[in-house]
């Protein structure tokens, strides 16, 4: 995995980054001590309007039922610093309670898209049990189809554009561990 403040390469099992120091105990002061409870689709930013919203969550449901192990939540926010962006999307994985997702599913196989329409940046994060299959270049490619869209304020639209192409990507990483295992599904590096 890297570390989500100096995205410098480290164990996941680290308890801090031996780069920076990062820590989920820095996160914490971020973001606060304690659990988030959230939805799939957590708009603070007010980037969607309600029938927006409501296709998003049936995307993810449609998602959800084609990978009934993982989940995807949306978390869209004005941050302070656009490297916070990674960091939250670290955080949220780590400390939060998703509500509509099944009690079973750890956060270890879930998948935050962070937007800060502020700072312009967007990020995926991948639970730990998902980083072995998904590659920087993977994410950047999932990001990169929202581009366009998010250029011209219409948000969903790219989440769709998102939530689409990690859908193909996780069709394919599934397809390439039944055929040939684990090895085979293993990306480029974790993303964020």
């Known amino acids: 995995m890297k570390c989500?403040?100096?995205?410098?390469?480290?164990?996941?099992?680290?308890?801090?980054?031996?780069?920076?120091?990062?820590?989920?105990?820095?996160?914490?002061?971020?973001?606060?001590?304690?659990?988030?409870?959230?939805?799939?689709?957590?708009?603070?930013?007010?980037?969607?309007?309600?029938?927006?919203?409501?296709?998003?969550?049936?995307?993810?449901?449609?998602?959800?039922?084609?990978?009934?192990?993982?989940?995807?939540?949306?978390?869209?926010?004005?941050?302070?610093?656009?490297?916070?962006?990674?960091?939250?999307?670290?955080?949220?994985?780590?400390?939060?309670?998703?509500?509509?997702?099944?009690?079973?599913?750890?956060?270890?196989?879930g998948v935050i898209l962070v937007i800060d329409p502020d700072s312009r940046m967007a990020g995926l994060t991948f639970g730990y049990r998902l980083e072995p299959y998904v590659g920087e270049e993977e994410s950047f490619d999932c990001l990169a189809r929202a581009h366009a869209h998010w250029l011209h304020g219409r948000y969903a639209d790219g989440v769709l554009q998102v939530i689409n192409e990690l859908q193909k990507l996780l069709k394919k990483r599934s397809r390439d561990v039944r055929k040939h295992g684990l090895q085979a599904g293993i990306g480029k590096g974790n993303a964020t």
Do not use: M
């Open 4 to 109: 989500p403040r100096c995205v410098q390469r480290i164990h996941r099992a680290a308890a801090s980054c031996p780069h920076c120091g990062f820590s989920i105990s820095d996160a914490d002061l971020l973001f606060g001590g304690q659990p988030l409870h959230l939805k799939s689709v957590n708009d603070v930013a007010g980037l969607f309007r309600l029938q927006e919203r409501d296709r998003l969550v049936e995307k993810l449901q449609r998602l959800r039922r084609l990978f009934p192990e993982l989940f995807v939540s949306i978390y869209t926010g004005n941050l302070n610093h656009a490297g916070q962006v990674r960091q939250l999307g670290f955080w949220l994985l780590n400390r939060g309670v998703f509500r509509d997702t099944p009690a079973h599913i750890p956060n270890d196989n």
